[in-house]
């Protein structure tokens, strides 16, 4: 059967082969062979295990040590703990901003 490649480079092989898969193999003498094929995915092909990943050494936190920590830090703990009650988070604060009709910080003059 004589197929021509038309302008945009695609060959025509008719209804019977719609929507199937096909492997092109170009040889050195610039023949084309086209060899239908069926693709079977991954998944139902392999069953992979999931790979467990554990980090050697790895030790639960003493509870005495990061008490000592926390009694050693608990005045910027505090400090902290104050600083976050104050602050509006920044979807908030635009929500805000925009019920009130002002600019976003920064976007002063901009639409």
């Known amino acids: ?7 945009s480079g695609q060959i025509s092989l008719g209804k019977k082969y719609a929507g199937q898969l096909f492997d092109m193999q170009i040889a050195a003498d610039g023949a084309v062979t086209l060899t239908p094929v ?9 069953k992979e295990e999931l790979a467990v990943y554990k980090v050697s050494g790895a030790t639960t936190p003493d509870p005495a040590a990061t008490r000592e920590w926390a009694d050693a830090n608990a005045a910027q703990i505090a400090q902290y703990n104050a600083w976050v009650t104050q602050r509006e988070p920044y979807a908030q604060r635009v929500r805000r901003w925009r019920e009130q009709g002002q600019s976003l910080p920064g976007q002063e003059g901009k639409p």
């Open 38 to 46: 069926k693709v079977v995915p991954v998944a139902a092909a392999v």
């Open 1 to 7: 059967m004589l197929k021509e490649v038309g302008a």
